[in-house]
Structure formats: structure tokens, C-alpha cells
């Protein structure tokens, strides 16, 4: 069966390290790999999208990694802060933005000062 | 990217009652999702509302228990009919952007006695 698998631990990390979430699936051939961030009480909001010929994408200190043959993203907070605290979910796009995506189940980050 | 406002923002209902959940995007759209979260699970896909169509239903969700309101290109509705306590969850909608980006409203938290 179909399965996305993310941390269900909780990271915690100091402040002004490096954060590194992991994202594995199976059973899935995704054109494009996204993942979001979710504060309580609010919705998903989208950080960062990778497609499957892309082996690294960055944004400011978001750096995502996909690697297809692992089946497997790595999402990397660099310096991170506490305001970086949050859930962080993957989601799988398997047709190129025709249809839905389908998430992971987060993984719940907290950087302590 | 979309603005896309979700309410009621919270609600606590007796059990057999039936609850609207109502989703404005700020601007026109053809797709509008409805996922539901359950704590400390990851987003379910309960439907995808086209204008003018009946909703397409995920597996394990059907349209007496979901009922869904598409009138226009900008506004849906999600009814939880005849809800029990295993409904209480964070319902929220969405809409694609570019490359199948997702963004959500702030969901609406509810609770079932």
C-alpha cells in the first residue's frame, strides 16, 4: 500500500542549529514533493516545492533534498530560531498538479532557546 | 497565491445535530478541497467541489454524511450531519495554485459532545 512516513516524534533542536526532517514513502512515483508548515490552530502553509528531476531546492535557510531512488526528502532548517517551532508536513503530488496531493502526518519541531 | 476565509473558526455541537462549514476564496477558482484533520493525524482528502458538479468523494466518505455546497466559483459549503463525538476534528478547505500548491483557510475546530 501507499505510505508517506514522517518522523511522529517530536524534534527538538537548540537554538541556531540545524533542524532536519525526514520524509520517506512508498509505493508513490511523485512529480513534485512539497512541504508545509502548520501552526495550532491554522491551516498548512506552503514553504518549499521539489520536483522529481531536482535534487536540491533552497529558500533562505529552508533547504529541501529529493532524493527518488531512496524515496526520500529531507527538509533542513539552518540557524534555526525559535519562531521556527511548528509542524511540518510533506505532501506528494503523483500527477504533476492535475490532481490532489496526498500528506504526511508532520513532524511536530520545537527549537529551544 | 489565494486568501481564503473558513468559518465558523471553532464549535461545539451536541451529538445528532448537523453543523455548515462555509469557505470564501478571495478570488475564482474551479477546485475547491475539503480535508479533515484529526488530532495528531495528517490531512484526509473528504472531497474535491467542482462549480456546477456533484463533489467527487475519497474512499470512506459519503455525501449524506458530507453533504457539499459548490454555488459559485468563489464559495463552498461542508455539512457534517448527524455528527458524533468521532467527528470532532479540524475541518479545512483548500484551493491549487501553480504546480498544485495548496492553500487553506484556518480550518474550523470542532467538537462533539
Known amino acids: 500500500s501507499q505510505k508517506i512516513e514522517q518522523n511522529s516524534e517530536a524534534l527538538n533542536i537548540q537554538e541556531g542549529k540545524t533542524a532536519t526532517l525526514t520524509c520517506n514513502y512508498t509505493n508513490y512515483s511523485p512529480a513534485y514533493l512539497q512541504w508545509y508548515r502548520q501552526d495550532p490552530g491554522r491551516g498548512p502553509v506552503f514553504l518549499l516545492l521539489i520536483r522529481e528531476n531536482e535534487k536540491e531546492k533552497r529558500k533562505e535557510r529552508l533547504k529541501v533534498t529529493f532524493d527518488t531512488t531512496l524515496k526520500q526528502s529531507l527538509f533542513h532548517i539552518t540557524a534555526s530560531q525559535p519562531a521556527d517551532s511548528a509542524t511540518y508536513l510533506c505532501a506528494l503530488d503523483i500527477t504533476g498538479g492535475y490532481q490532489k496531493v496526498t500528506f504526511g502526518t508532520g513532524t511536530k519541531l520545537q527549537v529551544i532557546p | 497565491s489565494a486568501v481564503i476565509s473558513q468559518k465558523p473558526s471553532r464549535d461545539i455541537c451536541q451529538r445528532g445535530t448537523s453543523l455548515t462549514i462555509q469557505c470564501q476564496v478571495d478570488?475564482?477558482?474551479?477546485?475547491m478541497f475539503w480535508y479533515r484533520q484529526q488530532p495528531g493525524q495528517s490531512l484526509t482528502l473528504i472531497a474535491t467541489?467542482?462549480?456546477?458538479?456533484?463533489?467527487?468523494?475519497e474512499s470512506g466518505f459519503v455525501i449524506d454524511k458530507f453533504p457539499i455546497s459548490r454555488p459559485n466559483l468563489t464559495f463552498s459549503t461542508l455539512t457534517v450531519s448527524n455528527m458524533s463525538p468521532e467527528d470532532s476534528s479540524i475541518y479545512l478547505c483548500?484551493?491549487?495554485?501553480?504546480?498544485?500548491?495548496?492553500?487553506f483557510g484556518a480550518g474550523t475546530r470542532l467538537s462533539v459532545l
Open positions: 483548500s484551493v491549487k495554485g501553480e504546480e498544485n500548491i495548496q492553500y
Open positions: 467541489a467542482n462549480q456546477g458538479s456533484e463533489a467527487t468523494y
Open positions: 478570488s475564482q477558482v474551479t477546485m
